[in-house]
């Protein structure tokens, strides 16, 4: 009987298990569904998590090269985006910090006009901050404090904020490292240990301090029935039994994501998709599935408006520095040095010095040929007048206990498009592609602020050598590419993240967000996932129908 939900392996397959997934592996598992979680990454705890960047094969995620950690970086010709591969998603090394949009992002993209949006999200965020128990940062380190020092002397004091971050921490004044029963869900969650300020939140957080997914959404949806499959990669979803639109449900297929030989393929059926793999992932399989037939009718709008923010990363280095600067927590405070300059002060732990190798001397000048041989001028200068001074600057002993990263992002609503091509050079498959106008590389007021850092602090302003190299930005926050909109001919999925063209299926992350958030979006992501969650019937009441809008925006105005 195509009625009976108990035919099918599961009511919904989940894919991926990050901030969209974990919320959505919560919410239908509540409302009484069978739920499954296919998770590429695998499942970290404290006792497995790399000591320090040193463990590449801990940290990196790349399993052809025998790398199985939770972060990856994947190079397209306009930008590197950085993003985390986990059972928890990029919640196991993100920064944790989480900041909501200002009101006018609802106003802006392709989601403008098709909901209440201003009055409706704001009980989505508080649901979201509450789940992800987020608190303003109470422990500043010793950058923090020297990031405070230098706004307050370049005369931008008063835009200083210390971060609202998902970490338990102790209460003012106490030590952190305390072990407590579970002070988030009334006891239903994991015992907690507060922060001890050490740094290391984006090497995941082996004192059980931050507020990873696996330790709140996911960890109450498995402990409500979902069954999280680690190190499980979906390659294949079909509509079942010859109805195109996926009305009697879908088969879901899977291969092992680290074995090198026997993939270890399987099948599942179930009624309903989503697709939470993160706006790269869903990108990439979406692109794939409909390209090879499995699900033809997504919209041609796939890979329109991928928004990378416009981000630099530049620090300084205060050799022999008295105070150990990786103190505090990844992201403890920030500033605004004008109206669209925001600064964070970043760090890593002690010891988790691999980033030193990508930097180096800061260099001005225009992108380019010009950029590279003013960055090699300043470097044979540097080191024929002062050979000690330099090699000093530029080993990684000690980079982390003496370097303050400044994360620089600007709200521009730049955005580039993603193709499904096959390369030039390796024309036997297809890949995600970037095109359109390049993302600027370095944002002067930021250089500038860094080298008044650098002077402050008795130190040297660095750069990111790619960034010098090849005129490509590094992002953390990619975002769109399947984005919420009127209607097929403008986006994926509509006002209630369900995609255009199939039932019951839905997206769930951050390809969905339609404009350029202009903060941290894991926030945002979360919140979105518990609205479009919110709609969804009880199974009890379900009648498996339930499918894209086209919705006229000039009906809300
Ligand atoms: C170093 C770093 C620091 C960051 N710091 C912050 C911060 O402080 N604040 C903030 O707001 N954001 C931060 N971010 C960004 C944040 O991590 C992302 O915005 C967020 O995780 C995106 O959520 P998501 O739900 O879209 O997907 P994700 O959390 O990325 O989860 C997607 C999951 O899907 C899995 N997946 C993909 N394809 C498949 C497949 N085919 N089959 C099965 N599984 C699949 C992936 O392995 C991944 O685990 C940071 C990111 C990085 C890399
Ligand atoms: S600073 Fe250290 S203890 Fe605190 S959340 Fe980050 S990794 Fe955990």
Redesign the pocket.
């Known amino acids: 009987m195509p009625g009976d939900h108990r035919q099918y392996d599961f009511d919904f397959i989940v894919?991926?298990?990050?901030?969209?997934?974990s919320v959505s592996a919560l919410r239908l598992s509540e409302k009484g569904y069978r739920v499954a979680v296919?998770?590429?990454?695998r499942r970290w705890t404290p006792e497995n998590l790399p000591p320090s960047s040193w463990y590449l094969h801990r940290w990196f995620w790349e399993p052809a090269l025998a790398l199985r950690g939770f972060?990856r970086m994947r190079y397209f010709r306009h930008v590197t985006i950085?993003?985390?591969?986990?059972v928890g998603?990029?919640?196991v090394?993100?920064?944790?910090?989480?900041l909501r949009p200002p009101d006018k992002v609802w106003n802006n993209g392709s989601w403008k006009g098709l909901a209440e949006w201003q009055s409706e999200m704001p009980q989505h965020f508080d649901t979201a901050s509450r789940m992800l128990g987020l608190i303003e940062n109470r422990i500043l380190g010793p950058s923090d404090r020297l990031l405070k020092r230098v706004a307050d002397t370049v005369g931008v004091g008063q835009t200083f904020y210390r971060t609202h971050v998902a970490i338990f921490e102790a209460p003012e004044g106490e030590a952190g490292g305390k072990t407590v029963p579970d002070p988030f869900f009334s006891g239903e969650g994991p015992d907690r240990t507060t922060c001890i300020g050490c740094g290391g939140c984006?090497m995941g957080c082996r004192h059980g301090a931050k507020n990873t997914l696996d330790l709140n959404y996911l960890y109450l949806a498995e402990k409500r029935g979902a069954q999280v499959f680690a190190e499980?990669?979906?390659v294949d979803v079909r509509p079942l039994d010859g109805a195109a639109d996926g009305g009697d449900g879908y088969e879901v297929r899977t291969v092992s994501s680290i074995a090198r030989f026997s993939r270890h393929p399987r099948r599942f059926t179930c009624r309903g998709v989503v697709f939470?793999?993160?706006?790269l992932?869903t990108m990439e399989?979406l692109f794939h599935l409909k390209d090879k037939g499995s699900l033809p009718a997504i919209s041609h709008q796939l890979g329109r408006y991928v928004r990378t923010n416009s981000e630099s990363l530049i620090g300084v280095r205060v050799p022999r520095s008295n105070d150990d600067l990786s103190k505090g927590v990844a992201?403890g405070s920030g500033v605004y040095i004008d109206e669209h300059t925001h600064i964070e002060a970043v760090r890593y732990p002690e010891g988790s010095n691999t980033m030193s190798l990508l930097a180096t001397m800061l260099t001005g000048g225009h992108p380019g040929p010009g950029r590279v041989a003013l960055w090699l001028k300043n470097l044979c200068a540097s080191l024929l007048l002062h050979p000690l001074k330099t090699l000093r600057l530029l080993a990684p002993f000690r980079w982390a206990r003496e370097c303050v990263i400044l994360l620089c992002m600007q709200a521009m609503d730049d955005h580039i498009d993603m193709q499904w091509q096959r390369h030039a050079y390796w024309p036997f498959r297809k890949f995600l592609v970037s095109r359109g106008k390049r993302v600027p590389t370095f944002i002067p007021a930021a250089n500038e602020f860094a080298e008044k850092f650098a002077h402050i602090a008795g130190g040297t302003a660095m750069s990111m050598l790619p960034e010098i190299l090849f005129d490509v930005p590094g992002t953390?926050?990619c975002l769109g590419g399947a984005v919420i909109a009127e209607s097929p001919e403008h986006g994926v999925v509509d006002y209630r993240n369900r995609v255009f063209g199939y039932r019951n299926m839905y997206v769930c992350?951050?390809s969905v967000v339609a404009a350029n958030l202009g903060v941290?979006?894991?926030?945002t992501?979360t919140a979105l996932a518990e609205r479009a969650m919110s709609y969804i019937p009880f199974a009890a009441e379900t009648t498996w129908t339930d499918s894209a809008e086209v919705r006229d925006p000039a009906l809300l105005r």
């Open positions: 894919i991926g298990s990050g901030f969209g997934g296919m998770e590429m990454g972060f950085l993003h985390g591969c986990a998603g990029g919640s090394t993100y920064a944790c910090t989480l984006m499980t990669k979906v939470s793999a993160s706006s992932g399989l992201i953390a926050h992350d951050g941290n979006p894991s926030l992501i």
